[in-house]
């Protein structure tokens, strides 16, 4: 089950977020809707989706107004599938902090869930297999956390957070070192315990080598899936392997027949249509300028 990453690590998101979007404040509601008026609204799913970032959309109503009452829903949880119409999320209170708060309410939950359904719809389709599709470090700047918790909430697997956490010798550091062999060899021989070492293969051959030198996790760069079964037949299951590199919905299935364990997609973030969220206000009380009865017939 996804874990919310702790607050301190998308907080600052938030800020920010809110700041570039009310800024010195909301100028329409300021002008049209009484500061006092009080009222009611629901977040309701407009498409078929996997629900994700909830948690997050919570967090901005509070950050605009807390005194905002924000209801929960039975069974409305990060990671559950919700249908077309379905409320997500009520809130009660002062109007003009709820539509202060919903475009950038919106845009987290949006992007979050559309994260989660893409996931899932992908996962679902070589499930069967029992290979692990893994995100990437091709994320939104500022909102990796994030997005990786989405892809966790949609079935993904989650790779390194940064480069901070593992280590992957990629072409570029070995083109740097001068050869895979002083590459594997530095990252093996200087690895801090615990963190893993996974080494960027492009060749059959390049697999080989590196296994002789002691990697046991290989990712296995641009190979077309013929090339990648090979690799699946001679050094699986005692090396853990990985593949990546063009690899999206068309072909996803080709790569998870070879008997890959993992495949690595940066579609899973950097590839993904928002989904379809809606703030509606359903009910308005207290005074109205108008002297008409804001609940009238």
């Known amino acids: 089950?996804?874990?919310?990453?702790?607050?301190?690590?998308?907080?600052?998101?938030?800020?920010?977020?809110?700041?570039?979007?009310?800024g010195p404040g909301d100028l329409t509601s300021e002008l049209?809707?009484?500061k006092d008026r009080r009222g009611q609204a629901r977040i309701e799913a407009r498409q078929s989706l996997m629900v994700a970032g909830l948690p997050i959309a919570r967090e901005v109503f509070r950050r605009v107004d807390p005194e905002l009452e924000i209801e929960s829903l039975p069974g409305v949880v990060d990671g559950v599938r919700a249908a077309p119409g379905t409320p997500l999320l009520r809130?009660?209170?002062?109007?003009?902090?709820?539509?202060?708060?919903?475009?950038?309410?919106?845009?987290?939950?949006?992007?979050?869930?559309?994260?989660?359904?893409?996931?899932?719809?992908?996962?679902?389709?070589?499930?069967?297999?029992?290979?692990d599709l893994v995100d990437t470090r091709k994320t939104t700047p500022g909102w990796r956390v994030l997005e990786k918790y989405a892809v966790a909430v949609g079935g993904g697997t989650n790779h390194r957070v940064g480069l901070f956490d593992a280590i992957l010798v990629k072409d570029n550091h070995i083109a740097a070192a001068g050869s895979l062999d002083v590459a594997v060899e530095r990252a093996l021989s200087g690895a801090p315990d615990g963190v893993p070492v996974q080494?960027?293969?492009?060749?059959?051959?390049?697999?080989?080598?590196?296994?002789?030198?002691?990697?046991?996790?290989?990712?296995?760069?641009?190979?077309?899936?013929?090339?990648?079964?090979?690799?699946?037949?001679?050094?699986?299951?005692?090396?853990?392997?990985?593949?990546?590199?063009?690899?999206?919905?068309?072909?996803?299935?080709?790569?998870?027949?070879?008997?890959?364990?993992?495949?690595?997609?940066?579609?899973?973030?950097?590839?993904?249509?928002?989904?379809?969220?809606?703030l509606e206000v359903d009910l308005l009380s207290g005074p109205d300028p108008t002297g008409r009865n804001p609940e009238g017939a």
Do not use: K
């Open 91 to 131: 809130l009660r209170g002062r109007v003009a902090s709820i539509l202060a708060a919903e475009r950038t309410a919106l845009n987290f939950l949006g992007r979050l869930c559309g994260i989660a359904t893409q996931t899932r719809s992908l996962v679902d389709r070589v499930t069967h297999l029992g290979v």
């Open 1 to 22: 089950m996804a874990t919310l990453p702790p607050d301190d690590d998308w907080q600052v998101l938030l800020d920010l977020a809110l700041s570039e979007d009310i």
């Open 199 to 278: 080494v960027e293969v492009e060749s059959p051959e390049m697999a080989d080598r590196a296994v002789e030198l002691g990697c046991r996790f290989l990712l296995l760069d641009n190979l077309e899936p013929e090339q990648v079964r090979r690799i699946v037949e001679r050094h699986a299951p005692g090396v853990l392997l990985e593949a990546s590199g063009g690899i999206g919905p068309d072909n996803l299935l080709d790569y998870a027949e070879t008997g890959i364990a993992r495949i690595s997609m940066g579609a899973l973030t950097h590839s993904v249509r928002s989904a379809d969220v809606a």
């Open 32 to 34: 049209v809707v009484e």
